[in-house]
Each structure stands twice: as structure tokens, then as C-alpha cells.
């Protein structure tokens, strides 16, 4: 079982940047394919970012496309989301979580762990 911890949420102006970080504990998440989701008040949960366990294949949600770069670094059993040139629509609470297998899902049924959230506000 893995446990997740996100960060680097906070308070930014639109066009500025964040880097969101996952830590796990636990497990490996070499054996994890991650997903960054986000849900704003109101809205569903929807998948902005995620990669395979290996690291080749990444989806991006067309509203983030060139904007957001999800990476994954072993060694500190961490993974990240650059989030750039933000907008007021990226406000959002934003979770990470892992899914044991080598499909790369976007749907939240589809993963099992989850962190317990960092809140990011973009203001205009």
C-alpha cells in the first residue's frame, strides 16, 4: 500500500507558475503508473496530467496541454506538476494518485491511492 502527500499548492497570480510535488511513502511508485486530478467547487473530478509507470507515456487534458509538464523522479519516489502561465480556471484543489498496472487511466474509479490534496487559487 502507498501513501501520498502532496504539496507547493498556494496563491498566485494569473501567468505565474507552481510545481506541484507527490511524495509517497510505503511503496515504490516505480510500480505505479500517477495521475495529477484537480477538482474545482462544483465540478467534477477530472484528470489534468498522467504518466505511465515507466515514464514514456504521459496524457495531458487538453485545457493544460503546453501549459503543465508532469515528471517523475524515482529516486526520491516523488512526482511532479510544473503548472505554467496559470489561469484563473486552474483554481482547484489538486490530487495525486496511483494506479498498480500498465494501462494509463484517466478516470478517478480507476485509481486506487490518493493524496489528500493541495489547494491552488489563481487570481486575475
Known amino acids: 500500500q502507498v501513501q501520498l502527500v502532496e504539496s507547493g499548492g498556494g496563491l498566485e497570480q494569473a501567468g505565474a507558475s507552481l510545481r506541484l510535488s507527490c511524495a509517497a511513502s510505503?511503496?515504490?511508485?516505480?510500480?505505479?503508473?500517477m495521475g495529477w486530478f484537480r477538482q474545482a467547487p462544483g465540478k467534477e473530478r477530472e484528470c489534468v496530467a498522467a504518466?505511465?509507470?515507466?515514464?514514456?507515456?504521459?496524457y495531458y487534458a487538453d485545457s493544460v496541454k503546453g501549459r503543465y509538464t508532469i515528471s517523475r523522479d524515482s529516486a526520491k519516489n516523488t512526482v511532479y506538476l510544473q503548472m505554467n502561465s496559470l489561469k484563473p480556471e486552474d483554481t482547484a484543489i489538486y490530487y495525486c494518485a496511483a494506479y498498480m498496472g500498465d494501462y494509463l487511466p484517466t478516470r478517478p474509479v480507476s485509481y486506487r491511492y490518493w493524496g489528500q490534496g493541495t489547494q491552488v487559487t489563481v487570481s486575475s
Open positions: 510505503g511503496s515504490t511508485l516505480s510500480n505505479y503508473a
Open positions: 504518466i505511465s509507470r515507466g515514464g514514456g507515456n504521459t
